[in-house]
């Protein structure tokens, strides 16, 4: 009897199969194509996911050995792990770059040697971020309401991180440098892609050109794989801020969804920007300085002090980090030391961040150094390509922010800042500011403890906002909000707070805490429902399924210029194309053809160096340029910007230039191609 019905399961089975077999064959669930894209974003997903772990398995290694193993908190660990991890592993290619070995090879034995080495710290670190996940699960209706947003922007983001990389500083040096790097073993550059952005520090770069190395084909799927890298930068970064709310006894989900609220951050999740990584590191500051905080070791201060100096190792603006850091530990040391040595133990904590901070970034120093013969080119003095000229330029001192507009960047930012739209280049949202100042209303009604952990937020979040109206009484650039995104996990757990604060002001009449709750997920809502729109109008989905190539991708959202840069790459092997206005040129078939404008100001300073249309023609013929690639757009948007530093005669002069040319090809009103005789 057993054996019979093992024979007839056996044949059930055999049935199921063959019908199911013979069905799909006729009526496939995915072509061949279909199959393919999704193998191809799974590829890159894994790449940006191993690299992500690895990231958390060595920052546990790191900080294990210093002497910080003794963090409660899932969350925090799984934050001061990846943040370090990533760190050391942008130092890491950074020397990899130096020594001439970026090669996909040196990478992956680089990888290989690095799990088997850290393979029980990689399953510590899933298992804490598991840990992180489900502490992070909102205890009521309402906080459910946040968390799907958080889910659902976050989503939006990977489906788009997945998708050809079609923002604008990706395509001028987030991904270009990287594929450059790649395409050279190296960190050296050819004159003619040498520029500003080389000086900068660069550890997100260095991550993403690991990420490209891995995954190969920069800046094809290499970048997609980066791109992808990017988001996880942005996962992390709302874990991270949810998880200093939930140190600290707050709902770390409103956290997360503060952070997320902003419309330009949810964008930012797949623009493979430096901006993400540098909230990561410095919301990684922020925990370290808490364990000091409760624990009194030194190690912790000194480990603050590496995670501001990775911050800086972001961008130059990251020194707000290192700096606001110190003030927080400065403020700490003040609260625990006696009378008589208050002052002293105050200064003692500060330098000691500011020290760690200064030795993690001194290698960027040291490589502009070696590079350029000025360790902070292209700031300060002139050096290499950079001169006076260009420096100012580049900084614009004399349309800098003034008096209270300085003093009130931040406001102005948030109510008059639109993504894209005008300087401040941000959407940031109603709550970074509005739920702070509720928490000033309820401030005295908190109990103490909670008090204590907010006030190195606030003093965070003071001293970086000092540091970003400073800059902005000196260079204009200053008005980009996204500079200093590093404040943004303070003022992210301080919205929290005055979620807090409200409860604190509830009266039987009015439940103040109900109503703000409601307004901030009416505004989550409004976010989520913009970040949608948004993401329909991308339509990665064609991209993802395989219904569309990369090309065709990139032109419905770049427009003329996929086609222009397509005709750039059809031009013959010794063809050198200069452009003008135009910085974008990560799609560039050889990096020795194009020569992109990327601070758009090419003809206003050969106009005040060179002169002449007939002379710039000549200085071009005699460095070995062959065609000139016109954003006419980008001149006539130039053109009408009333803070332009260009002068008619620049523009009279520039219609000599087209007479100087031939014209080879003209892409709409938008571009025109030229050939130099």
Same mark, same amino acid.
């Given at each position: 009897?057993?054996?019979?019905?093992?024979?007839?399961?056996?044949?059930?089975?055999?049935?199921?199969?063959?019908?199911?077999?013979?069905?799909?064959?006729?009526?496939?669930?995915?072509?061949?194509?279909?199959?393919?894209?999704?193998?191809?974003?799974?590829?890159?997903?894994?790449?940006?996911?191993?690299?992500?772990?690895?990231?958390?398995?060595?920052?546990?290694?790191?900080?294990?050995?210093?002497?910080?193993?003794?963090?409660?908190?899932?969350?925090?660990?799984?934050?001061?792990?990846?943040?370090?991890?990533?760190?050391?592993?942008?130092?890491?290619?950074?020397?990899?770059?130096?020594?001439?070995?970026?090669?996909?090879?040196?990478?992956?034995?680089?990888?290989?040697?690095?799990?088997?080495?850290?393979?029980?710290?990689?399953?510590?670190?899933?298992?804490?971020?598991?840990?992180?996940?489900?502490?992070?699960?909102?205890?009521?209706?309402?906080?459910?309401?946040?968390?799907?947003?958080?889910?659902?922007?976050?989503?939006?983001?990977?489906?788009?991180?997945?998708?050809?990389?079609?923002?604008?500083?990706?395509?001028?040096?987030?991904?270009?440098?990287?594929?450059?790097?790649?395409?050279?073993?190296?960190?050296?550059?050819?004159?003619?892609?040498?520029?500003?952005?080389?000086?900068?520090?660069?550890?997100?770069?260095?991550?993403?050109?690991?990420?490209?190395?891995?995954?190969?084909?920069?800046?094809?799927?290499?970048?997609?794989?980066?791109?992808?890298?990017?988001?996880?930068?942005?996962?992390?970064?709302?874990?991270?801020?949810?998880?200093?709310?939930?140190?600290?006894?707050?709902?770390?989900?409103?956290?997360?969804?503060?952070?997320?609220?902003?419309?330009?951050?949810?964008?930012?999740?797949?623009?493979?920007?430096?901006?993400?990584?540098?909230?990561?590191?410095?919301?990684?500051?922020?925990?370290?300085?808490?364990?000091?905080?409760?624990?009194?070791?030194?190690?912790?201060?000194?480990?603050?002090?590496?995670?501001?100096?990775?911050?800086?190792?972001?961008?130059?603006?990251?020194?707000?980090?290192?700096?606001?850091?110190?003030?927080?530990?400065?403020?700490?040391?003040?609260?625990?030391?006696?009378?008589?040595?208050?002052?002293?133990?105050?200064?003692?904590?500060?330098?000691?961040?500011?020290?760690?901070?200064?030795?993690?970034?001194?290698?960027?120093?040291?490589?502009?150094?070696?590079?350029?013969?000025?360790?902070?080119?292209?700031?300060?003095?002139?050096?290499?390509?950079?001169?006076?000229?260009?420096?100012?330029? %580049?900084?614009?001192?004399?349309?800098?922010?003034?008096?209270?507009?300085?003093?009130?960047?931040?406001?102005?930012?948030?109510?008059?800042?639109?993504?894209?739209?005008?300087?401040?280049?941000?959407?940031?949202?109603?709550? %970074?500011?509005?739920?702070?100042?509720?928490?000033?209303?309820?401030?005295?009604?908190?109990?103490?403890?909670?008090?204590?952990?907010?006030?190195?937020?606030?003093?965070?979040?003071?001293?970086?906002?000092?540091?970003?109206?400073?800059?902005?009484?000196?260079?204009?650039?200053?008005?980009?909000?996204?500079?200093?995104?590093?404040?943004?996990?303070?003022?992210?757990?301080?919205?929290?707070?005055?979620?807090?604060?409200?409860?604190?002001?509830?009266?039987?009449?009015?439940?103040?805490?109900?109503?703000?709750?409601?307004?901030?997920?009416?505004?989550?809502?409004?976010?989520?429902?913009?970040?949608?729109?948004?993401?329909?109008?991308?339509?990665?989905?064609?991209?993802? #399924?395989?219904?569309?190539?990369?090309?065709?991708?990139?032109?419905?959202?770049?427009?003329?210029?996929?086609?222009?840069?397509?005709?750039?790459?059809?031009?013959?092997?010794?063809?050198?194309?200069?452009?003008?206005?135009?910085?974008?040129?990560?799609?560039?078939?050889?990096?020795?053809?194009?020569?992109?404008?990327?601070?758009?100001?090419?003809?206003?300073?050969?106009?005040?160096?060179?002169?002449?249309?007939?002379?710039?023609?000549?200085?071009?013929?005699?460095?070995?340029?062959?065609?000139?690639?016109?954003?006419?757009?980008?001149?006539?948007?130039?053109?009408?910007?009333?803070?332009?530093?260009?002068?008619?005669?620049?523009?009279?002069?520039?219609?000599?230039?087209?007479?100087?040319?031939?014209?080879?090809?003209?892409?709409?009103?938008?571009?025109?191609?030229?050939? #130099?005789?």
């Amino acid at each position: 009897m057993t054996e019979r019905r093992v024979v007839l399961a056996l044949g059930a089975v055999a049935v199921t199969g063959t019908v199911l077999a013979a069905y799909y064959w006729v009526h496939k669930p995915l072509t061949p194509t279909q199959a393919l894209a999704l193998a191809r974003s799974a590829v890159n997903l894994g790449v940006a996911a191993l690299l992500t772990v690895l990231g958390g398995a060595m920052g546990r290694r790191l900080r294990c050995g210093w002497g910080g193993e003794d963090v409660a908190e899932a969350g925090e660990r799984v934050i001061l792990d990846a943040a370090l991890g990533w760190g050391v592993g942008g130092l890491v290619f950074l020397a990899l770059g130096l020594s001439g070995l970026y090669y996909g090879l040196a990478a992956w034995g680089l990888v290989i040697f690095g799990v088997l080495w850290l393979r029980r710290e990689a399953g510590t670190w899933l298992r804490d971020l598991a840990a992180a996940a489900r502490a992070a699960a909102p205890p009521d209706g309402a906080a459910r309401l946040a968390a799907v947003v958080v889910l659902f922007t976050l989503a939006l983001g990977l489906l788009r991180a997945l998708a050809p990389p079609v923002m604008w500083d990706a395509l001028v040096y987030h991904l270009t440098l990287p594929k450059l790097y790649a395409q050279g073993h190296g960190l050296r550059l050819a004159p003619q892609d040498f520029s500003l952005f080389t000086g900068m520090p660069q550890i997100s770069e260095m991550l993403y050109t690991a990420a490209g190395l891995l995954r190969g084909d920069l800046p094809g799927e290499g970048a997609i794989a980066a791109q992808t890298l990017g988001w996880a930068f942005g996962a992390l970064a709302a874990l991270a801020v949810a998880s200093l709310a939930q140190a600290i006894g707050l709902a770390g989900i409103w956290a997360a969804a503060v952070l997320l609220s902003s419309f330009t951050v949810a964008l930012s999740l797949a623009w493979a920007y430096g901006d993400l990584l540098l909230v990561v590191f410095a919301a990684a500051m922020l925990a370290a300085l808490r364990q000091w905080q409760h624990r009194s070791r030194p190690g912790w201060l000194l480990l603050a002090g590496v995670y501001g100096g990775l911050a800086w190792g972001c961008k130059y603006t990251g020194l707000a980090v290192p700096l606001a850091g110190a003030a927080g530990a400065a403020v700490i040391g003040l609260s625990r030391a006696h009378a008589q040595q208050r002052l002293r133990r105050a200064a003692w904590s500060g330098a000691a961040v500011l020290l760690a901070a200064g030795l993690v970034f001194s290698p960027w120093l040291l490589k502009n150094w070696l590079f350029t013969g000025s360790p902070v080119y292209p700031l300060m003095w002139p050096a290499a390509d950079m001169d006076a000229l260009r420096q100012w330029f %580049y900084s614009r001192p004399d349309a800098a922010e003034r008096g209270w507009r300085a003093l009130a960047i931040f406001p102005r930012a948030t109510f008059f800042g639109v993504q894209g739209g005008n300087a401040y280049d941000v959407t940031l949202g109603p709550l %970074y500011l509005l739920l702070p100042l509720v928490l000033l209303f309820g401030w005295s009604r908190l109990p103490a403890s909670m008090r204590a952990e907010l006030r190195l937020m606030l003093v965070f979040g003071a001293v970086g906002y000092a540091a970003w109206v400073a800059l902005a009484l000196y260079s204009a650039l200053a008005t980009q909000a996204r500079l200093f995104f590093a404040l943004l996990p303070a003022l992210a757990v301080l919205g929290v707070g005055g979620m807090a604060a409200a409860r604190q002001l509830d009266t039987p009449g009015l439940r103040l805490s109900v109503v703000l709750r409601g307004l901030v997920v009416f505004v989550l809502g409004l976010g989520g429902l913009e970040t949608l729109t948004h993401f329909v109008s991308q339509n990665p989905m064609a991209y993802l #399924i395989g219904a569309q190539t990369a090309a065709e991708y990139r032109a419905d959202r770049l427009g003329w210029y996929e086609r222009a840069m397509a005709s750039v790459n059809a031009l013959p092997d010794e063809a050198r194309v200069v452009f003008l206005w135009e910085t974008r040129s990560l799609t560039c078939a050889k990096a020795v053809r194009c020569d992109p404008d990327v601070v758009i100001d090419r003809w206003w300073h050969l106009r005040r160096t060179v002169g002449t249309a007939e002379a710039i023609v000549q200085q071009w013929r005699e460095a070995g340029a062959t065609h000139v690639l016109i954003y006419d757009t980008g001149a006539r948007f130039v053109e009408a910007d009333p803070r332009s530093a260009f002068v008619p005669a620049d523009w009279a002069e520039l219609e000599a230039l087209r007479g100087q040319l031939e014209l080879v090809e003209a892409f709409g009103l938008v571009y025109g191609l030229y050939a #130099i005789p």
